[in-house]
């Protein structure tokens, strides 16, 4: 096994990190409100941000806000993904064997963080979506009239921003860099 290709492998995972902390930091989701104001509600991991030129009528999101629990939950599930990928890097040729396959600790750790992140961006779709459905008809994407009293009685905008698709990004390079890490490291079968 060739040192350097080990490096690649760790320099690959680290790509996967930095596009999982972009994709962390970057608002997912945003609504504008024609006449009102871009931005006025962003989606992110940690729950929603409303802008300040909602002033007093940030009462009317009530209900459209997420559980006091979450944002410690995403946090930790942030905290648990790099715990995972740290060891995933660390860790030397520890296996388990599932049925007639044979994996690596490290390709368990790094592709089972890169679809947790894929699957969170879909349940994050599939959840605003809905919750935007109910709460105003709004789309998860497109345009729609909105009657939440005077004065947001208007049309609005809703869109998915880059760093929702950053999500995917990461989550599938961190999958495949766990899929073929062996390939990766030129690890041949003896």
Sequence with gaps: MDKNRKWLFVLLVL????LMFAGWFMPWWTIDVEGFATDV???RPWGLCICEQMGDFAILMKGAELPAFFAPFM???????VVALLVGIVIKEASVKIGKLT????????????????VMAIVAAVFASYRMGTAFGAPLQGRAFIDMGDPLIAYVDTRLLPGYYVLYAAGLTLLLVGIFRDKIINKTEN
């Design 103 to 118: 994996l690596k600790w490290s390709q368990i750790l790094v592709g089972g963080v890169g679809l947790a992140y894929i």
């Design 15 to 18: 790509v996967g990190a930095a």
């Design 75 to 81: 946090w930790s599930f942030l905290g648990l993904c």
């Design 41 to 43: 509600v962003q989606i």
